[in-house]
């Protein structure tokens, strides 16, 4: 069993609307998640980090999480066709280990 | 930038010859980290570093090796190359346990 999953998608929201992506771990112990943005050919870069049980916004962001249930998601408000590409899921594992999920590809459609 | 570089950007080699990529950061993070991206298996952790000569495998380090001898410098070396092994590579750096990782701009391998 993969220790960090996501559904690979592609998962199609139109414009203005609200993408949700989800991303469950196997690792209990795990107490740092993060979300990267990866667009076609270039390098993922960070779109935010989670420690705490619940919600946390910055701008259309939003990342939610919940440890008893080892689930931490991703909501984009109000889409922009700009925000299609792959998101990844990220978790720091022990001390040093840090896991990503295989992404969840979105298509927002203008 | 982020300050980490990796070379070459793109490399063809025969199968059964070894390669070497470069990782360098300019930093002075801890932490190192070296995966693999293919369609459909998100990025995959070869090997990881904590600090100089401390290094461990990953999920998928069979066929590679690395060494880490200065801070700055991550070198991951495929012993004898495989198509299986065509894919792209990222290197990544961490300054602490719990932070973001910052990524290199990638190298795109293909083994013929």
């Known amino acids: 069993q993969k220790e960090v999953e996501q559904n690979s998608g592609p998962l199609s929201v139109p414009e203005g609307a609200i993408a949700s992506l989800n991303c469950t771990y196997s690792?209990?112990?795990?107490?740092?998640f993060f979300w990267y943005r990866q667009y076609s050919g270039k390098s993922p870069e960070l779109i935010m980090s989670i420690y705490s049980n619940g919600d946390k916004e910055d701008g259309r962001f939003t990342a939610q999480l919940n440890k008893a249930s080892q689930y931490v998601s991703l909501l984009i408000r109000d889409s922009q066709p700009s925000d299609s590409a792959t998101y990844l899921c990220?978790?720091?594992?022990?001390?040093?280990?840090?896991?990503f999920g295989t992404g969840t590809r979105l298509k927002v459609l203008a | 930038d982020a300050g980490i570089t990796q070379s070459p950007r793109h490399k063809v080699t025969e199968t059964g010859t070894p390669v070497t990529l470069r990782c360098h950061q300019t930093?002075?993070?801890?932490?190192m980290y070296w995966y693999r991206q293919d369609p459909g298996h998100g990025l995959r952790l070869i090997h990881y570093?904590?600090?100089?000569?401390?290094?461990d495998k990953g999920e998928v380090s069979d066929g590679y090796s690395v060494s880490r001898s200065k801070t700055e410098d991550f070198l991951l070396t495929l012993e004898s190359a495989t198509s299986s092994q065509t894919s792209v590579y990222f290197c990544a750096m961490r300054p602490g346990k719990d932070t973001e990782a910052f990524f290199g701009q990638g190298t795109r391998l293909t083994v013929v």
């Open positions: 930093e002075n993070h801890r932490y």
């Open positions: 990220a978790v720091s594992e022990g001390t040093y280990k840090y896991i």
């Open positions: 570093s904590y600090g100089v000569k401390d290094t």
């Open positions: 690792d209990r112990g795990s107490q740092s």
